[in-house]
C-alpha cells in the first residue's frame, strides 16, 4: 500500500450507467489528482485539486465529474461514458513541497 | 507546457544485466520524480530527486537541472523489474509532466 487507497480496482460498466470512483489518502496531503492513462499514451492529467479547491480541468468532458468533499477524499463520477473512456484511472495526492503519491487506479472498461 | 522525453522507449535486458534510462525536459524544473508502473498498473514512486543523486538498493538516479535531464541506473536487473519506467517533472505549482516512459522487459 502506498497511503493512497482507490476503489473499485476494476469496473466494467455499460454506457447508461452511472459509477463513481475513490480516492481516499492519509498521507496529510493537500491537493489530489485524477490522471487517466489510456493504452499506449503518456499519462493525461484531469483534475486538480488543491486544499478541496478544484484548480485545475484539462478540458475533459462533462461526462467525468470530480468531487473532493475534504482534503483526504476525492471521488470521479461517471455517466453516459463511450467506449474510449476505457482506461487506468489514477488518483494521485501530493504535499506543496513534496512529491506524488499515486493510487493503484482503477481500471475502467466501458461496454 | 514542458517537453519530457525518455528514451530508448523499450529495453530487452537478461536477467543480471546493468542498465541506464534516461529522461531529457525542456524547461527549468521545481521538483523530477522516477516512478515504476508494474504490470498490474501500479505506479510506485522511487525518487523524488529534483538535482543531485541518490540511490535506494539496485537503483540509483542522477539529475543534473542545470543540462535539464536525469538518469536511472538499475544494476543487477531482476524479472520483478519488468514494468514502465516514467519520469515526472514538475514547474508550476503541482503540475506534473510526464515522459511516455521506457518499457523495460527482464528476461530469466
Known amino acids: 500500500e502506498t497511503g493512497v487507497t482507490q476503489t473499485p480496482r476494476h469496473l466494467v460498466m455499460g454506457m447508461t450507467n452511472k459509477k463513481s470512483l475513490k480516492c481516499e489518502q492519509h498521507?496529510?496531503?493537500?491537493?489530489m489528482y485524477w490522471y487517466k492513462q489510456s493504452a499506449k499514451k503518456p499519462l493525461e492529467l484531469m483534475f486538480v485539486y488543491s486544499l478541496e479547491e478544484r484548480v485545475e480541468n484539462n478540458s475533459v468532458p462533462s461526462r467525468f465529474s470530480p468531487e473532493c468533499p475534504n482534503s483526504s477524499h476525492l471521488f470521479l463520477h461517471l455517466h453516459t461514458l463511450q467506449p474510449e473512456d476505457s482506461a487506468l484511472y489514477l488518483c494521485?495526492?501530493?504535499?506543496?513541497?513534496?512529491?506524488?503519491?499515486f493510487g493503484s487506479g482503477t481500471r475502467l472498461t466501458v461496454v | 507546457g514542458i517537453q519530457v522525453e525518455q528514451s530508448p522507449p523499450d529495453l530487452i535486458l537478461q536477467e543480471g544485466a546493468n542498465s541506464t534510462l534516461r529522461c531529457n525536459f525542456s524547461?527549468?524544473?521545481?521538483?523530477l520524480q522516477w516512478f515504476h508502473q508494474n504490470p498490474w498498473g501500479q505506479l510506485i514512486n522511487l525518487f523524488y530527486i529534483p538535482s543531485g543523486t541518490k540511490q535506494n538498493g539496485r537503483l540509483s538516479a542522477t539529475t543534473v537541472a542545470t543540462e535539464r535531464y536525469s538518469l536511472l541506473y538499475i544494476s543487477s536487473s531482476q524479472t520483478t523489474d519488468s514494468g514502465v519506467y516514467f519520469c515526472a517533472v514538475v514547474a508550476n505549482f503541482n503540475k506534473f509532466y510526464f515522459g511516455s516512459g521506457t518499457k523495460l522487459n527482464v528476461k530469466p
Open positions: 524547461d527549468s524544473v521545481n521538483n
Open positions: 494521485a495526492s501530493s504535499h506543496a513541497t513534496g512529491g506524488y503519491t
Open positions: 498521507l496529510g496531503h493537500n491537493a
